[in-house]
Protein backbone atom coordinates (compact mmCIF):
# COMPACT_ATOMS: atom_id res chain seq x y z
CA UNK A 1 0.00 0.00 0.00
CA UNK A 2 1.39 3.05 -0.82
CA UNK A 3 0.06 6.66 0.73
CA UNK A 4 0.73 10.12 -0.43
CA UNK A 5 -0.42 13.22 0.82
CA UNK A 6 -3.52 13.22 -0.88
CA UNK A 7 -4.35 9.32 -1.62
CA UNK A 8 -3.91 5.96 -0.39
CA UNK A 9 -3.17 3.38 -3.50
CA UNK A 10 -3.80 -0.32 -2.18
CA UNK A 11 -2.62 -3.23 -4.23
CA UNK A 12 -4.90 -6.04 -4.09
CA UNK A 13 -2.27 -9.30 -4.82
CA UNK A 14 -3.30 -12.53 -6.40
CA UNK A 15 -6.18 -13.47 -8.98
CA UNK A 16 -9.63 -14.70 -8.90
CA UNK A 17 -11.15 -17.74 -10.88
CA UNK A 18 -14.80 -17.00 -12.03
CA UNK A 19 -16.32 -20.59 -13.44
CA UNK A 20 -19.56 -20.24 -15.18
CA UNK A 21 -21.29 -23.42 -14.51
CA UNK A 22 -23.51 -23.00 -17.86
CA UNK A 23 -21.03 -22.92 -20.50
CA UNK A 24 -18.40 -24.65 -18.74
CA UNK A 25 -15.66 -21.75 -19.04
CA UNK A 26 -13.08 -20.69 -16.09
CA UNK A 27 -12.24 -17.30 -16.04
CA UNK A 28 -8.57 -15.98 -14.32
CA UNK A 29 -9.22 -12.56 -13.31
CA UNK A 30 -6.54 -9.93 -11.99
CA UNK A 31 -7.22 -6.33 -9.75
CA UNK A 32 -6.32 -3.00 -10.76
CA UNK A 33 -5.41 -1.18 -7.32
CA UNK A 34 -7.83 0.62 -5.28
CA UNK A 35 -7.18 4.42 -4.95
CA UNK A 36 -8.88 5.74 -1.96
CA UNK A 37 -8.97 9.64 -2.67
CA UNK A 38 -8.54 12.36 0.40
CA UNK A 39 -8.59 15.72 -1.16
CA UNK A 40 -10.27 17.48 -2.75
CA UNK A 41 -12.92 15.29 -2.27
CA UNK A 42 -13.32 11.69 -0.36
CA UNK A 43 -13.89 8.85 -2.82
CA UNK A 44 -12.53 5.47 -3.98
CA UNK A 45 -11.96 4.35 -7.65
CA UNK A 46 -10.31 2.03 -9.65
CA UNK A 47 -6.56 2.76 -11.26
CA UNK A 48 -4.27 0.53 -12.88
CA UNK A 49 -4.68 -2.64 -15.57
CA UNK A 50 -6.00 -5.61 -15.11
CA UNK A 51 -6.32 -9.23 -17.11
CA UNK A 52 -9.13 -11.61 -17.79
CA UNK A 53 -8.21 -14.81 -18.99
CA UNK A 54 -10.92 -17.67 -20.23
CA UNK A 55 -8.78 -20.93 -20.08
CA UNK A 56 -10.90 -22.78 -22.58
CA UNK A 57 -11.45 -20.34 -25.00
CA UNK A 58 -8.29 -19.20 -24.97
CA UNK A 59 -9.44 -15.27 -25.20
CA UNK A 60 -8.19 -12.24 -23.07
CA UNK A 61 -9.01 -8.80 -22.21
CA UNK A 62 -6.24 -6.21 -20.94
CA UNK A 63 -8.19 -3.87 -19.54
CA UNK A 64 -7.10 -0.23 -18.39
CA UNK A 65 -8.33 1.79 -15.56
CA UNK A 66 -8.08 5.48 -15.00
CA UNK A 67 -9.70 8.15 -12.26
CA UNK A 68 -10.13 11.26 -12.83
CA UNK A 69 -7.17 14.03 -12.16
CA UNK A 70 -6.52 15.47 -8.55
CA UNK A 71 -9.37 18.41 -9.05
CA UNK A 72 -11.44 16.61 -11.57
CA UNK A 73 -11.33 19.66 -14.13
CA UNK A 74 -10.94 16.75 -17.14
CA UNK A 75 -11.92 13.24 -17.44
CA UNK A 76 -14.35 10.84 -16.63
CA UNK A 77 -14.95 8.82 -13.50
CA UNK A 78 -14.41 5.02 -13.63
CA UNK A 79 -12.88 4.89 -17.10
CA UNK A 80 -11.82 1.65 -18.72
CA UNK A 81 -10.52 1.01 -21.98
CA UNK A 82 -8.83 -2.49 -23.61
CA UNK A 83 -8.99 -5.30 -26.02
CA UNK A 84 -9.89 -8.61 -26.10
CA UNK A 85 -7.22 -11.23 -27.97
CA UNK A 86 -7.07 -14.31 -29.48
CA UNK A 87 -4.50 -15.81 -27.82
CA UNK A 88 -4.10 -18.22 -30.50
CA UNK A 89 -3.75 -16.14 -32.97
CA UNK A 90 -2.49 -13.01 -31.47
CA UNK A 91 -5.35 -10.91 -33.78
CA UNK A 92 -7.26 -8.36 -31.46
CA UNK A 93 -11.15 -9.32 -31.81
CA UNK A 94 -12.55 -6.33 -30.04
CA UNK A 95 -11.65 -2.54 -28.33
CA UNK A 96 -13.32 -1.88 -25.15
CA UNK A 97 -13.98 1.43 -23.87
CA UNK A 98 -16.12 3.22 -21.59
CA UNK A 99 -16.75 3.84 -17.60
CA UNK A 100 -17.78 0.94 -14.76
CA UNK A 101 -20.36 3.27 -12.99
CA UNK A 102 -21.94 4.05 -16.49
CA UNK A 103 -21.80 2.10 -19.83
CA UNK A 104 -19.27 0.15 -21.39
CA UNK A 105 -19.38 -0.54 -25.05
CA UNK A 106 -17.38 -3.20 -27.28
CA UNK A 107 -16.01 -2.44 -30.79
CA UNK A 108 -16.17 -5.09 -33.41
CA UNK A 109 -12.75 -4.66 -35.17
CA UNK A 110 -13.71 -6.90 -38.15
CA UNK A 111 -17.04 -5.45 -38.97
CA UNK A 112 -16.23 -1.70 -36.95
CA UNK A 113 -19.35 -2.50 -35.35
CA UNK A 114 -20.14 -0.73 -31.22
CA UNK A 115 -22.53 -2.86 -28.96
CA UNK A 116 -23.64 -2.42 -25.39
CA UNK A 117 -21.54 -4.51 -23.48
CA UNK A 118 -22.38 -3.52 -19.97
CA UNK A 119 -24.97 -0.57 -18.69
CA UNK A 120 -24.45 -0.12 -14.86
CA UNK A 121 -28.18 1.56 -14.85
CA UNK A 122 -29.51 -1.28 -15.97
CA UNK A 123 -27.41 -3.95 -14.16
CA UNK A 124 -28.95 -1.96 -10.76
CA UNK A 125 -32.27 -0.63 -11.75
CA UNK A 126 -33.83 -4.24 -10.51
CA UNK A 127 -32.19 -3.72 -7.07
CA UNK A 128 -34.75 -3.82 -4.26
CA UNK A 129 -34.34 -2.39 -0.78
CA UNK A 130 -34.43 -5.55 1.58
CA UNK A 131 -33.05 -6.08 4.98
CA UNK A 132 -30.42 -8.70 6.18
CA UNK A 133 -32.41 -12.45 6.70
CA UNK A 134 -30.72 -13.91 9.38
CA UNK A 135 -32.96 -16.95 10.30
CA UNK A 136 -30.94 -20.55 9.25
CA UNK A 137 -27.18 -18.62 9.18
CA UNK A 138 -24.84 -20.62 10.53
CA UNK A 139 -22.34 -19.80 13.05
CA UNK A 140 -19.14 -20.10 10.66
CA UNK A 141 -21.30 -18.12 8.29
CA UNK A 142 -18.80 -14.89 6.86
CA UNK A 143 -22.10 -12.34 7.59
CA UNK A 144 -21.99 -13.99 11.45
CA UNK A 145 -18.09 -14.40 11.55
CA UNK A 146 -17.48 -10.80 10.47
CA UNK A 147 -20.45 -8.93 11.41
CA UNK A 148 -18.34 -6.77 13.57
CA UNK A 149 -15.40 -5.81 11.26
CA UNK A 150 -18.48 -4.56 8.69
CA UNK A 151 -19.98 -2.28 11.72
CA UNK A 152 -17.34 -0.90 12.45
CA UNK A 153 -16.25 -0.20 8.87
CA UNK A 154 -19.80 1.03 7.95
CA UNK A 155 -19.73 3.11 11.13
CA UNK A 156 -16.31 4.16 9.82
CA UNK A 157 -14.96 3.49 13.40
CA UNK A 158 -11.40 1.89 11.88
CA UNK A 159 -9.75 0.97 15.14
CA UNK A 160 -13.35 -1.08 16.62
CA UNK A 161 -12.70 -2.80 12.82
CA UNK A 162 -9.21 -3.84 12.99
CA UNK A 163 -9.62 -5.02 16.66
CA UNK A 164 -12.25 -7.39 15.68
CA UNK A 165 -10.41 -8.14 12.59
CA UNK A 166 -8.00 -9.17 15.06
CA UNK A 167 -9.98 -11.39 17.81
CA UNK A 168 -11.16 -12.99 14.52
CA UNK A 169 -8.52 -14.11 13.93
CA UNK A 170 -7.14 -15.19 16.79
CA UNK A 171 -9.87 -17.01 17.20
CA UNK A 172 -9.92 -19.14 13.97
CA UNK A 173 -6.55 -19.85 15.03
CA UNK A 174 -7.63 -21.12 18.23
CA UNK A 175 -9.85 -23.44 16.65
CA UNK A 176 -7.84 -24.60 14.00
CA UNK A 177 -5.20 -25.50 16.89
CA UNK A 178 -8.46 -27.47 18.63
CA UNK A 179 -9.03 -29.41 15.66
CA UNK A 180 -5.51 -30.22 15.16
CA UNK A 181 -5.53 -31.40 18.98
CA UNK A 182 -8.71 -33.77 18.35
CA UNK A 183 -7.64 -34.93 14.98
CA UNK A 184 -10.28 -33.43 13.01
CA UNK A 185 -10.67 -32.31 9.45
CA UNK A 186 -11.77 -29.54 8.30
CA UNK A 187 -14.16 -30.20 5.64
CA UNK A 188 -15.14 -27.17 3.71
CA UNK A 189 -19.69 -27.59 2.33
CA UNK A 190 -18.95 -26.18 -0.98
CA UNK A 191 -15.47 -25.76 -2.08
CA UNK A 192 -13.09 -28.78 -2.88
CA UNK A 193 -8.98 -28.40 -2.91
CA UNK A 194 -7.59 -28.84 -6.41
CA UNK A 195 -4.00 -28.45 -7.93
CA UNK A 196 -2.05 -27.76 -4.26
CA UNK A 197 -2.96 -25.82 -1.62
CA UNK A 198 -4.22 -22.14 -2.67
CA UNK A 199 -6.79 -23.25 -5.49
CA UNK A 200 -10.24 -23.88 -4.46
CA UNK A 201 -13.07 -25.13 -6.58
CA UNK A 202 -16.88 -24.73 -6.28
CA UNK A 203 -18.23 -28.31 -5.83
CA UNK A 204 -21.94 -27.82 -7.02
CA UNK A 205 -21.56 -28.10 -10.39
CA UNK A 206 -25.27 -28.02 -12.29
CA UNK A 207 -26.59 -27.18 -9.06
CA UNK A 208 -28.95 -23.52 -8.61
CA UNK A 209 -27.03 -21.28 -5.71
CA UNK A 210 -29.23 -20.50 -2.86
CA UNK A 211 -29.60 -16.41 -2.28
CA UNK A 212 -27.01 -15.30 0.02
CA UNK A 213 -28.42 -13.77 2.98
CA UNK A 214 -27.07 -10.59 2.99
CA UNK A 215 -29.07 -8.56 0.84
CA UNK A 216 -27.98 -5.04 -0.10
CA UNK A 217 -30.39 -2.45 1.92
CA UNK A 218 -30.08 0.32 -0.67
CA UNK A 219 -28.00 1.18 -4.02
CA UNK A 220 -27.54 3.93 -6.24
CA UNK A 221 -25.56 4.89 -9.31
CA UNK A 222 -23.81 7.88 -8.47
CA UNK A 223 -24.25 10.49 -12.00
CA UNK A 224 -21.87 13.18 -12.49
CA UNK A 225 -23.60 17.14 -12.57
CA UNK A 226 -23.37 19.03 -15.84
Not at 71 to 79: E, K, N
Not at 165 to 180: F, V
Not at 192 to 216: R, T
Amino acid sequence: MDMAGNKVEGTIYGKRMLWLDAHHEAYEITCPKLLIRLFPVPGTEWVGTSTIKCVSTKLEANLLFKGKPLFGLRGTAGHVSGKIYDVSTSSTLYEINGAWNKTITAKNLKTEESSLLYDAQAALSNLQPLVVQNKGLDASESLVVWRSVMSGIVNWDWEAARQAKHEIEERQRDLEKKRKMDGKLWRPRHFVQVDGEDHWQWCHFGEAVSPAPLVMQSCYVETEKV
